[in-house]
């Protein structure tokens, strides 16, 4: 499976320009790396391959505005996605305690209660420690990237 879908939720760009580098460094790598930077459902039904998600956590735990239509979609609509891969980076601030990445983690549980299936467990960057989410982000879904070869 060499496509892959990345939406993307982000408030002040940074999530954003994370996804950005991912895609350039995927295209390198030989995939096809579509970005939606306002996923809908559409986003992820009316397309193939494998789902990445790069979404910042805003306010307590909450889901950046561009984001929360797919979100929305995916918990309300329960769209047929079984065993569909899927990724999901998410960028916080552990001072946040209980909801750090809180974004991130609606994303992932919306994803795996319609049954797609997670090829890593959830990544979370903290803005305390990574002052560029991209030195961490960019590995990790090359990585994610690779395990799709035998998927």
């Not at 560029?132 to 960019?138: C, F, I, L, N, R």
């Amino acid at each position: 499976m060499k496509h892959i879908v990345i939406c993307v939720g982000s408030v002040y760009g940074a999530a954003l320009e994370t996804a950005k580098a991912i895609r350039t460094a995927l295209q390198e790598e030989g995939y096809t790396a579509e970005l939606h930077d306002a996923p809908t459902l559409d986003s992820v039904t009316q397309t193939e391959g494998a789902i990445l998600v790069c979404t910042s956590t805003t306010g307590t735990g909450d889901l950046p505005d561009n984001i929360a239509p797919l979100y929305i979609g995916l918990t309300n609509d329960f769209p047929n996605i079984v065993g569909r891969p899927f990724g999901v980076i998410t960028l916080g601030d552990s001072s946040y305690f209980d909801t750090y990445g809180g974004a991130g983690d609606l994303i992932f549980e919306a994803f795996t209660e319609l049954a797609a299936k997670p090829l890593t467990p959830l990544l979370k960057i903290d803005a305390q420690e990574t002052a560029d989410p991209e030195e961490v982000a960019v590995p990790w879904a090359k990585e994610w990237a690779r395990q799709l070869d035998s998927f």
